[in-house]
């Protein structure tokens, strides 16, 4: 079992940046890949970006890429999601997902993630 909280959203010019936490409690965070996952007003759930359980491989949505990353510290038992050069239409709830997980490949479907946590919303102004 693995409870995930999300940080760090709020409201940001076009061309800026934010950086996203999700801490998670409970046991073997390490046997866990990570992903991040937005939800647009009206749209469905979407892939942002996963990562391994020890951190060695990552993928990202085709929007996203060249501008977020993924990163994670199992000693802290977080994961990080730095969002650069922001656009208007990253505007979404964010949602950190944990999918029981250890081999070196990611997943992008949410429907192989099975924790979740609450989001946090983040919306950028263009």
């Known amino acids: 079992q693995v409870q995930l909280v999300e940080s760090g959203g709020g409201l940001v010019q076009a061309g800026g940046s934010l950086r996203l936490s999700c801490a998670a409690s409970?046991?073997?965070?390490?046997?866990?890949?990570m992903g991040w996952f937005r939800q647009p007003p009206g749209k469905e759930r979407e892939f942002v970006a996963g990562?391994?359980?020890?951190?060695?491989?990552?993928d990202y949505g085709d929007s996203v890429k060249g501008r977020f990353t993924i990163s994670r510290d199992n000693a802290k038992n977080a994961v990080y999601l730095q969002m650069n050069s922001l656009k208007a239409e990253d505007t979404a709830v964010y949602y950190c997902?944990?999918?029981?997980?250890?081999?070196?490949?990611?997943?992008?479907?949410?429907?192989?993630?099975?924790?979740w946590g609450q989001g946090t919303q983040v919306t950028v102004l263009s």
């Open positions: 409970g046991r073997s965070f390490n046997m866990y890949a």
């Open positions: 990562i391994s359980w020890n951190g060695g491989n990552a």
């Open positions: 997902a944990a999918d029981r997980n250890s081999s070196p490949w990611i997943r992008s479907d949410l429907n192989s993630y099975g924790y």
